[in-house]
């Protein structure tokens, strides 16, 4: 994992930091990893520990522990496993309910920590459709999905804790092991192409860099509200022509948008559903981020250097 973070990415914070991270999946386990690289301790929790034996080893160096949470069976983590912690980030999404399960069987225990930061990972699906139009963090909320509205009930229920939150809201997320090469490679892609649609993405490890770089920075300066985007909203059929370019493949015929709608699934085609550009200027131009992938293109380009020296056998997946 090449983890080349500057100075301007990820400030030094100035205590220390004991890091607990809620829910090991794709982005719970790689910022765990850039934290656990930078020096920085933590836990992260995983539904079945005893599962994971990759995940102590993606830690690579640094003082980490993995702990068990597991809403719908009863798993949770003991206080004394969490002794320490100063800083909280929760990636898990609402469950089947709709409700948030950190809350729904940590909250006391949250409290009781007395965290100096949480970041809460939401989805820029709370804006809802605008047609094309910019949204930032001062755009009313209008979420039209039924996850979309999940989510934003879990932001008001994080808002009303009385922790020092920041969310931050993300759109459709890609890296390694998550991108459009595994389609194209095995024929799979489907090249869909809707007039004036667009969509907004971030690289997984500008997420990384956007927590750690609002965790270090003093409390009076970091807002509530945090739209984590890269700067080129564009039409999916654009990243999945550069991502054939990078394989040397052939893309697949286009189809309209109009007739292929048919034959998609209901989670891809609520994908469709919206179409919106998201603004992220209050997190480079206010807070001083900068992105390390401004753009698909050097985000894909890393993306299938890093899959390229992954070891034989390890495939890497497609985007979800």
């Known amino acids: 994992m090449d983890l080349e973070l500057t100075s301007t990415t990820v400030r030094n914070p100035v205590e220390p930091v004991k890091l607990l991270v809620l829910g090991g999946g794709y982005t719970g386990s790689r910022l765990a990893a850039i934290a656990a690289r930078l020096g920085i301790s933590g ?82 699906g709370v ?18 999905l039924e996850r979309s509205r999940a989510r934003r009930r879990c932001e ?3 808002q009303a804790t009385g922790l020092p939150l920041q969310i931050f ?28 649609q667009v969509f907004c993405r971030v690289h997984v490890d500008d997420i990384c860099g956007a927590l750690l770089h609002c965790l270090s920075l003093p409390a009076a300066q970091r807002p509530p509200l945090v739209n984590v985007v890269d700067d080129a909203p564009c039409p999916a ?24 709608r048919a034959n998609l699934s209901p989670m891809a085609l609520s994908f469709w559903q919206e179409n919106r550009r998201v603004s992220n200027a209050l997190l480079c131009q206010q807070l001083g ?7 698909y293109r050097e985000g894909l380009r890393a993306a299938l250097a890093e899959e390229g ?3 034989e056998g390890r495939e890497a997946g497609s985007a979800t």
């Open 43 to 124: 836990v992260i929790s995983h539904r079945q520990v005893d599962t994971q034996p990759s995940a102590q080893a993606s830690l690579g160096a640094g003082d980490w522990q993995l702990v068990g949470f597991d809403s719908d069976n009863g798993v949770l983590p003991g206080a004394e496993a969490l002794e320490g912690i100063t800083h909280v980030v929760s990636t898990i999404p609402p469950d089947r309910r709709g409700d948030d399960p950190v809350l729904t069987k940590l909250a006391g225990l949250l409290q009781d920590l007395q965290p100096r930061w949480l970041g809460y990972l939401s989805t820029t």
């Open 127 to 144: 804006y809802g459709d605008t047609g094309g139009g910019w949204v930032d963090e001062g755009s009313p909320c209008k979420p039209g």
């Open 156 to 158: 008001q229920a994080w």
């Open 169 to 196: 809201r993300l759109p459709a997320i890609y890296g390694p092991g998550r991108n459009p090469f595994g389609d194209l490679r095995a024929g799979r892609s489907r090249l869909l192409h809707r007039p004036g």
């Open 237 to 260: 059929s654009e990243q999945l022509g550069y991502a054939a370019h990078l394989l040397g493949c052939k893309l697949p015929p286009v189809q309209p948008f109009a007739t292929a």
């Open 289 to 295: 981020y900068r992105l390390r992938y401004p753009s």
């Open 309 to 311: 020296a992954q070891p």
